[in-house]
């Protein structure tokens, strides 16, 4: 009886492993690396936020960030985690989520 209950444990375990594998690790992985983006932001980087603004970084502080996003000197801060990634005119973006 107990060998039987093992065998009905093992398709629920592989799932398990296979859920591991294929959803759960990638996304830690992914996660890691964005936030390694968002710890080497310094000044002068251009970046793109999470609502699409693009801007030059003039000030970076421990939790948030100044940008500058226009010709006209307009300055917003932003917390860190609203940026998506590095933006670069020539190789449009790079560094940025993806679906």
Do not use: H
């Not at 492993?17 to 251009?46: H, S, T, W």
């Not at 670069?88 to 940025?96: E, G, I, M, P, S």
């Amino acid at each position: 009886m107990n060998q039987n209950v093992l065998f009905n444990f093992i398709p629920l375990i592989l799932m398990f492993v296979i859920f591991y594998f294929f959803l759960i690790k990638p996304q830690k992985k992914k996660a890691n690396e964005i936030n390694e983006m968002r710890e080497n932001l310094k000044v002068g980087d251009k970046v793109i936020t999470i609502g699409g603004i693009i801007g030059k970084i003039i000030l970076v502080k421990e939790d948030y960030l100044v940008l500058e996003t226009s010709s006209d000197n307009t300055k917003i801060e932003i917390m860190k985690w609203g940026i998506n990634g590095t933006y670069n005119k020539n190789t449009d973006l790079r560094d940025t989520e993806e679906e």
